[in-house]
Each structure stands twice: as C-alpha cells, then as structure tokens.
C-alpha cells in the first residue's frame, strides 16, 4: 500500500459566463475548458488523471491482479469461423502479445477452405497501428472477384476515417486516399467503388462519390448530396448483389434510392420518397423488392413490390404488424428468408420458405433458444442460394457461439464456441428474467447473472447496468472480464429501460423526447425493486453507464444519491443544454428527434428538469469515476470534465470524486485488447473498493 499522502482534488477556475433563452439564464463558470488547445485545459485534465491515480495508488496490486484475472480468461492466440465469399474463405486471427486482429483469407470450395492452401494476410491491424496510440479499422468492403480491397482507418479515436484501397494480388496499397469517409461498397464491375463523405463541421456522412480503379481521387464524381442536417448517408448492396443502395436516415425517417450493380453510371430508382416519421429497409430478390416499413404501426411489417414499380400503391403484405412483436430486420436468401424479431424483450429467429420463384412465402420453422435472458442475430452469411443459415448465440453464462442452421434438415450445428480458458465452468453460474414495477404501472424488465454458491439473499453487493436511449437494446451477451466481479460474489443486473428498443419502438418513444424521465425512473425502480426481493444489499450498490447511459447516471444520481454506493460513467452525455444548444458541435441537429430541439420553449424547460449538469446542487453524492477521452467525437471530453469542476464544489461527503481522461483515444476508449484490460481493471478495483469487497 502506497505511504504517499493523497493531494488535494484539483480545482479548475471558474470564468463566469451565461446564455439566457426563453426566459431562463444558463450560468456556465467552466465553459473556457472547451479550449482544447489551451494548456491551461490540458494541465486540468492531467492533474484530475494524477488525482484519480493517487486516490486509486492502494488498489494498485488489485488492478494487476484484475488484469492478470481477465487476461487468464483470454484466449489470446484464436481464429474466428471462416465464411465463404466467392472462391475465398475469409476469418481473422489474434496472436498473443499483440494488440490487433489479423484479417485474412484462403481460397476453397463450397466445403471449405483448401486444407494446403497458402494463408493471404489481407490486413494486419498490428502493422497498421504501428507508432499510432490508437488505431481502427472502420468500414471494409472487398470487390466481387477477390481482387480489390477497400477499408478505412482512424489513428485518432475522434472516428474520422481515411479511405485506402488495396490490390490484393499485388499486396499494394495505393498512395491515393480519401478524407473522412464513412462506408464503401463496390459495384458488380469489380473496379468501380461508391463511397460516403462526412461534412467538416457535423461530423455527417452528406455526400456520395464515385471512385474507378486506376483513376486518381481527385477525379471522382459526386453522385448525391443530401443538405438536410438531420440525415446520414450509407452506401452497400442488396443480398443478392444485384442492387448498390443508398440509404438517407435520420433517427425518425428514412429514404432509398438503388441502381443496379452491374451499371454503375446509370441513374438511382427512389424506392418511396422521404416522409417524416416513416422508416423502410429494402432488399431484392427474383425481381421483387422487400421491404420492411412502419407505415402502418412502430413495430414494422413486411411487404414486396415489383422491381419495377416500388411504390407504395403497389406494396403487398408478407408479413403484418404486430403490437407486441418488433420485426427488427430480414435476412434474405434465394430460397428462404430470416424474420429477426423481438417478442418479450427477447430476440426470435423465424425462418420463411419461399412458394416458387415469386415473392409469396410461409413459416417455416423457429430456431429455439434454451436460456432465459440471451442474444441472437444473423452470423455473417455472403452466399444468396444457399440452405445454409449462420446465426450467432450468447448469453449472460454462455460464451459467444456460431451455428449454421440446415434449413432443409431443420437442425443447428455449433461450429465454434468462444473457448474461456482460466477454469471457467458455466454451470457455476445462474442467470434470471424478472420484471419490476415502474411507478406508472410499467413492467420493466430486468436481466440478472450471478454465481450459485456466492449468492447470499439480501446480502450481496449489487451492480447494475443500463443505457435506455435511441431504441438500442441491451445486449445480454457473454464477457469473460465479468468474471472477476461474479466470482467475487457480486449480483449483475441489466436494467431493460424504456427509451431503449427491448420491447419495440413504443418501448424507445416512451423513454424519449417530452417523456425522456422515464428512462431516470424506470432505472430507479428496477435498483429498488432488487433491492426489495433480495439480490443486493441496499447498502452496497454501484451502478454504470455510459454515453446516454452516461446521462442517466448523471440524471439518476440527482434524483436518488442515496441509493447508490458507487457511480463509474463512462463519457456521458451530462451536459444536455450547452450540447443540445451548439449546433455546430457534431450530432446535435440530428438528435433533436432523439431529445428535442432546446430552442423551442417546452422542450427546453423539459430538458432542463433533467440536465445532469444542470440540477448538481449542495448534497452528499455516492463514491463517482467518470472516463473521458480527449478525442471523443461523440460526446466531447469537456462534458464530463466541466460536470466533476462543477460538482467538486458541491459536494459534501467525503467520497471519492474521480476524472480519468484518455488522452490518446476516442468515444471507444483504447482500442488494443490489452490496453482495453488496463481500463476495465480500473473500473473493477473501484468498484470492488467501494463496495466492500478488497
């Protein structure tokens, strides 16, 4: 244990500033650490960094050993399934010591990969990061036969991509990049490449280029410009190829518009024109349009449409809306397609087979699921006429698996379960589904795993987890990092709040806009009702989130700071106003759909009810770690720092108050495996620290 005596927190200098809106002054005194180029800013968030480090010195041992703990549970030297993609079999590969993965490929068969062939590295994330702090790869996409290569790369973490294409015959890169790009997708031609670029100031794909092989970039046609601020682009292909699609979004609407593969000049085809509130989703096959739309309720439905008359007049129902079922996507094939639906919270594969050659179908069969709190989606599945179905499963106490499902023999086979090394033994472990009560009435459901012979009903240290914004649902996966705290004996719970998409979109529009508060009370009620049926003791909870999970940390932690022990809040979104007031920052626009726009005076009173940074007021508040980076192009690192500035002069308990900032990364955190470890072993030995439990 560490004889040097902790200092004293930092304190960051107050300038006084104030914006005044519909009545109602915005006082401001941290507003200068904005500046990120001012060295006074960088001196701050340093010194919080060795605060933090000095207040956490006698943890230090516990931190190595959690490190040391999780990386024993790392199979550190793997290979993921191969998939087949034309005459390729493509997989990654980790190797122990280094940070990244491998990407690569062999050629093969509709059987395999050929047992003797040669391994082609198509890119190594190791070589690529070299001298970088941070490094990752964000969109790929490889040309029809095999050939060509596109990815892009972020040294930065602030998620700004370069454009690079590879020539995967010669092994060479080409000099030629492109700025700021967000996906790629290659047309049937193998040489021409469609591409998105995001606007300097918004961070917002707007644009669609065009790019021919052999061509310099400076020499590639814009095709589309989208100047409404509430929308990204995304470029990509139908299933069966056939189609290269381009997608507008907002958080509300969306709009399509396709030209075929095979003739990448031609004009794109408008599958339905832009309508507020109305989102659609579309593949093709045999000359037939899917398309999944919420035109007629929130849950969405399927229809088909010739190729060529998509209208709305002439849609035809496949599969109907359903009030207590989300249809979340479609997977199509030649022969069948995939329902992804959610019922309950939980995730339902529903396969359909198709009649004949035309669009009419039937149900066919369900791929069962034994657990009761899971996660199931599509694996990654390249081959159109196929009979073949690859879907992936985990769950709270089952690592990731791959199966590939025999749609003809009706039968799931497990190609590769994640292996857990360190004497990991599922059965050791439980998990439960239970529901609390919200103070409307609202059953909100809570997903909880823990060890068997550790649980002590009532007496546990309790840790609960949750997000609730955006329609995202909370994934149950597996995570072998979790380990560290299960075996130590504390109860994990996952908190499915409105806001989120568990139970659909009503689920998401009751926990947003002008009912955002839900989500803070909805949370709230699940860590009382755990409480109260005795999986936690109420005396020691820690609870975390991050990013609008942030928010609700924030916002929960106002609203009860007794009921919770311990806090860690990961870049969180805790200064709504200021953020949702600056339309030059990178997001707001588009997430007035998500928040309401601020400007208008009922939402900006409702907002400033719940605002973290907003409502701090003298109080005790429970034992706080905040994480930031410096990079952060989501939520900017001066939220959380002006929120700790702020709350350090309020606060009036003796518990501790920490900033961490990575200096060197993005929304993300650390990108390598291993530095990743480090920053989860911090959160852990704080956790554990507060909780009684070191």
């Known amino acids: 244990m560490s004889s040097n005596p902790i200092p004293a927190p930092p304190t960051a200098r107050q300038i006084p500033t104030e914006n005044r809106l519909h009545g109602v002054a915005l006082a401001d005194a941290y507003a200068w650490l904005r500046e990120k180029e001012n060295p006074e800013v960088t001196a701050y968030l340093e010194a919080e960094n060795h605060y933090a480090e000095a207040v956490m010195a006698p943890q230090a041992n516990l ?8 990386l024993s549970h790392m199979k550190q030297t793997d290979v993921s399934v191969p998939f087949r993609d034309g005459g390729w079999w493509y997989y990654t590969r980790t190797q122990e010591g280094l940070q990244y993965a491998i990407h690569c490929r062999k050629p093969g068969t509709e059987d395999g990969p050929h047992a003797d062939a040669p391994e082609h590295v198509i890119l190594d994330g190791n070589v690529l990061a070299d001298e970088f702090p941070f490094f990752a790869i964000g969109d790929m996409d490889i040309s029809d036969d095999g050939r060509y290569l596109a990815y892009t790369t ?17 092994g060479e890169t080409f000099t030629d990049t492109v700025e700021r790009v967000g996906s790629v997708c290659w047309a049937a031609d193998n040489r021409t490449l469609f591409y998105t670029v995001e606007d300097e100031q ?7 280029w065009r790019h021919g092989c052999g061509m310099r970039h400076c020499e590639d046609v814009l095709v589309f410009q989208d100047d409404d601020e509430r929308f990204n682009l995304a470029v990509g292909r139908t299933r069966d190829g056939k189609f290269v699609m381009v997608e507008a979004g907002s958080h509300t609407t969306t709009e399509i518009q396709v030209l075929a593969a095979d003739n990448p000049t031609s004009a794109f085809m408008l599958i339905a024109p832009r309508e507020d509130e109305h989102e659609y989703y579309v593949d093709h096959r045999n000359n037939t349009w899917f398309i999944r739309t919420n035109d007629r309720g929130r849950n969405f439905r399927l229809v088909t449409a010739p190729e060529a008359t998509p209208e709305r007049e002439h849609w035809t129902e496949l599969i109907a809306h359903r009030d207590a079922i989300m249809l ?7 022969g069948f397609f995939v329902a992804c639906e959610r019922e309950d919270g939980l995730p339902q594969l529903r396969l359909w087979s198709f009649v004949n050659e035309g ?3 039937a149900p066919a069969a369900e791929i069962n699921f034994p657990e009761p709190a899971y996660s199931a989606h599509p694996h990654i599945n390249r081959i159109f006429e196929t009979t073949k179905f690859r879907y992936a499963y985990q769950s709270l106490v089952t690592p990731s698996s791959v199966y590939e499902y025999d749609v003809k023999g009706g039968e799931s086979t497990l190609l590769k379960q994640l292996e857990v090394p360190g004497g990991f033994d599922r059965t050791q472990y439980a998990s439960e ?3 609390a009560r919200a103070a409307d009435g609202v059953e909100v459901p809570i997903s909880i795993v823990y060890r068997k012979d550790k649980r002590q009903p009532g007496k546990n240290a309790l840790y609960v987890y949750g997000y609730g914004s955006y329609g995202y649902s909370l994934p149950l996966g597996f995570n072998s990092n ?15 709040i409105r806001g989120g998409g568990d139970l659909g979109k009503p689920w998401h529009d009751a926990g947003k806009m ?10 709230i009620a699940c860590v009382e009702h755990l409480t109260a049926n005795g999986y936690g003791d109420p005396k020691r909870v820690a609870i975390e989130g991050g990013s609008a999970g942030g928010l609700l940390m924030g916002a929960v932690t106002n609203l009860r700071p007794d009921l919770f022990r311990a806090v860690v809040s990961h870049v969180p979104f805790v200064d709504v106003m200021n953020t949702m007031l600056d339309a030059t920052l990178p997001l707001t626009v588009p997430e007035y759909e998500e928040w309401g726009n601020p400007n208008e005076e009922e939402y900006f009173r409702y907002m400033l009810s719940y605002s973290p940074y907003d409502n701090l007021k003298a109080g005790a508040y429970p034992a706080m770690l905040v994480k930031t980076s410096l990079h952060d192009s989501q939520v900017m690192y001066w939220e959380p720092a002006k929120y700790i500035a702020k709350l350090r002069t309020l606060k009036q308990d003796q518990n501790p108050l920490l900033l961490v900032t990575n200096m060197k990364a993005g929304h993300g955190g650390a990108s390598g495996r291993y530095d990743y470890l480090k920053e989860i072993a911090l959160d852990y030995a704080f956790i554990l620290r507060e909780l009684g439990l070191v």
């Open 433 to 435: 589904r239970l529901h």
């Open 154 to 170: 972020d040294t930065t973490g602030f998620r700004q991509y370069t454009l690079h294409i590879k020539d995967l015959e010669s």
């Open 359 to 361: 669009p009419e179908a």
């Open 328 to 334: 979340e996507d479609v997977d199509l094939f030649a």
């Open 482 to 496: 979790r380990l560290s705290l299960l075996d130590r004996g504390v109860v994990m719970a996952y908190a499915h």
């Open 514 to 523: 002008l009912v955002k508060r839900n989500t803070f009370t909805d949370f």
């Open 202 to 208: 918004q961070k917002r794909q707007y644009q669609v």
């Open 63 to 70: 931190r190595e050993q959690l490190y040391n703990e999780m």
